[in-house]
């Protein structure tokens, strides 16, 4: 069974059609790339997914179970991580005590008013910082760190509640480029060795060409592509979409994986 | 009929001149975000700089010219605090400037009665608007027509500012999106100065305006700024139109509301105010503000459990505190005891205002709760003392976990002035409710058990709870529960994306607090022997407001440097100098402009105190 699987998935807003019966689907260990030029109902979709909007019409399932319309707090439980297009941590935290927040929402542990909290959890928050190249500033405040160093401290704090599903909102925005390729293929590398299912939008056409495992094109609120990246590029449709702007062709040839 | 019509009209003559201050404080909050409690001190100079004015000139011509110099003054006025205190304080914590505004109150309290003395003040007749008019056979003075009228003309004045001038524009993008102007090329220290002279213009113009309605007096001031406060927060902050709108409803509120209510119309108002917060959390024509991008906020800094030296000094200063009663005599220990209660208030305070990141007004509720819960079971059931020092925090927490429920929905400066219409509502019903309070007479009697009832032996009891209640509430911060809660504050949106229900911490905390501040309170109540109204009366909010600020909200040991050194000025101040008011309010400016992050806060800052970077 997919591990997330979506159908009819419809939102208007007043009388614009943002989203328009989209449906598809992402097994685990699986990257898929949600791709479409401005105004194409991307940041809709995604936040029925995450449980920011309810859609109008339409069905979200997490391993079968339905989570449309729930609110994030509810989705998060359900094992469903994020992470946003302007990195949210906590700044007034060090970037291990960021790590073992979540761990502690994860088992449960918020309602106590008594242990020390940077005594619980700390040694899976080390390792989990570790994974992702971070344990040598686990002590310093996140408010302090650099931008692309923040993104990977977001995708420890994603990965820290054990998700099945993992949603990423632009993850490479505001990255230096050599950044954007390493921090993809660190997530590429994390959800195939932990088998979970991620679904991201992105701009940059290098990193979708480079680490998506299928593409989904969407235009107008509409889906209007889906497959593995090369059948995507050669889509006459989705050619058509994004001519004029150029950014599928300008520098992404040769780099299909 | 008519008499309804009258007061109908009476009601809209009120609602003029509480648009007028309103304006000004909306329109200030709007581009500077500075919550200015001196706005009703200003209120009260318009209205004496007219009296005398209008004294020494004489005449129509005088009496208006007057009303017209004693607006630009009371401006200028405005814009001195604005280039003395205020500029100084911009990168300061949020709600920080709050601070200098009440010392600027202190001051200007004591300098009006230095100058004009404690009488009442009559101001002379509006010339040529001396008597009366007949509407439907009743009687209507002249002047309240000229006020009705006023309102709309000044509304339409500045909706022709804002929206056909040069500075108009730049005040409304500054509202809109303080930063983005600034990043724009705008000169914020200029648009900050000229938004001061303005609002402050108009709340001398106010003030000027009531010297033919009412005695100017020096309790106009708190008055005043409260109810403008309600004024701007139903109509939502920064909106003049709203301020305009909660005006009008206010003042019919208040017309009528003395026909039904007559003891109580201060707490139909703020039932008004309660309601409207909690259908419409942003005011009736306020929209959500703008998150301010930062520009010169400073991160608070990550909270570390004591090291070594913090304990050794801890203890140390526990040890000194226990040594006390054999050096000092009863008033000293009274003095410290009052101190120390104080300190626990203040920890309370600062417990949902750091880490809950929720600012209150109305703390004082819980303290009085706690008071009176003491009080009443001594009252009515003859109670002992360790029943009353156990129903204190409970009847606090409860109060504060039925109030914390819609105080949580609402962030920033509108949940800030919900506690305190609470608070007013807590504090009306014990001032009227005769039969069970006993009313401004208070409950006496409230005294310690045997065993406590020598100075020091209360002291030490005192010591055990307040020193206790601060070591457990710095506990929770340090608990899950206190991480969680910064995490809400820190980043609404990624503690929701990790399973955290944001709302329900804050009110847990808010109860958690508000149950520490009846302890406190409970605690005052025997160490007094009495419990009256005051004790949940605004001032001792804004007491409780001064000491976590003073401190430094950023820090865990802030609180409770800015209750000692707050109670130790206050106490002292009172002992030897008449003029406590001046010389505490120039103190706090002074403290404010030498700690711009609060005592502690700053000094937190100084290499010698920082730590290092592991």
Known sequence: ?257 | MGFYLVQFLGGLAQASSLFLVAAGLSIIFGVTRIVNFAHGSFYMLGAYLAYTLAERMGGAVGFWSAIALAAVATGVVGVVMELLVLRRLYRGPELFQLLATFGVVLIVQDVALLIWGPEDLLGPRAPGLEGVVRILGRPFPKYELLLIALGPIVLGLLWLLFHRTRWGTLVRAATQDREMTAALGINQTWLFTSVLFVGSLLAGLGGALQIPREAVNLHMDINIVVEAFVVVVVGGMGSVGGAFLAAVLIGLIQAFGILVFPQITLVVVFLFMAVVLVVRPHGLMGRQQATARGAGHVPEAPIHASGMMGRVAAVGLLVVLAALPALFGDYALAVLTEMMILALFAASLHFIMGPGGMVSFGHAAYFGLGAYGAGLLVKHLSGGMVAGLVSAPLFAGLGALLFGWFCVRLSGVYLAMLTLAFAQIVWSIAFQWYAVTGGDNGILGVWPDGWASPRWAFYYLSLVLCAGGVLMLRRVIFSPFGYALRAGRDSPLRADAVGIDVRHLQWLAFTVAGAFAGLAGGLYAYSKGSVFPTLMAIPRSVDGLVMVLLGGVQTLTGPLVGAAVFHALNTEMVRYTDHWRLTLGVAIVLLVVIFPQGIVGTLARLPFFRRKEA
């Open chain 1, 1 to 257: 069974m997919a591990v997330l699987e979506v159908s009819g998935l419809t939102k208007s807003f007043g009388g614009v059609q943002a989203v328009k019966g989209v449906g598809f689907s992402v097994e685990a260990g699986e990257l898929l790339a949600l791709v479409g030029p401005n105004g194409a109902g991307k940041t809709t979709c995604f936040n029925m997914l995450n449980g920011q909007i309810r859609p109008d019409a339409g069905d979200v399932r997490l391993a079968g179970v339905s989570i449309a319309g729930k609110s994030p707090r509810r989705i998060w439980r359900m094992g469903v991580g994020r992470t946003f297009q302007i990195t949210a941590t906590f700044g007034s935290m060090t970037v291990l005590e960021n790590i073992q927040m979540v761990l502690l929402s994860h088992h449960r542990n918020i309602h106590d008013l008594w242990t020390r909290a940077t005594r619980r959890h700390a040694d899976a928050a080390l390792a989990l910082l570790d994974r992702v190249g971070m344990a040598s500033q686990a002590s310093r405040p996140c408010g302090v760190l650099a931008y692309g160093d923040l993104k990977r401290v977001e995708l420890a704090m994603a990965l820290a509640g054990e998700p099945r599903l993992l949603l990423m909102d632009e993850p490479t925005a505001g990255m230096a480029p050599a950044e954007r390729i390493d921090l993809m293929a660190l997530t590429a590398d994390l959800v195939r060795e932990r088998g979970i299912a991620v679904l991201f939008t992105e701009h940059d056409m290098d990193v979708v060409f480079t680490h998506a495992d299928r593409i989904i094109v969407l235009n107008r609120g509409e889906l209007i592509a889906e497959g593995p990246p090369a059948a995507v590029r050669a889509n006459p449709h989705v050619q058509e979409v994004y001519l004029g702007s150029g950014s599928m062709y300008g520098h992404a040839g040769g780099k299909t994986p």
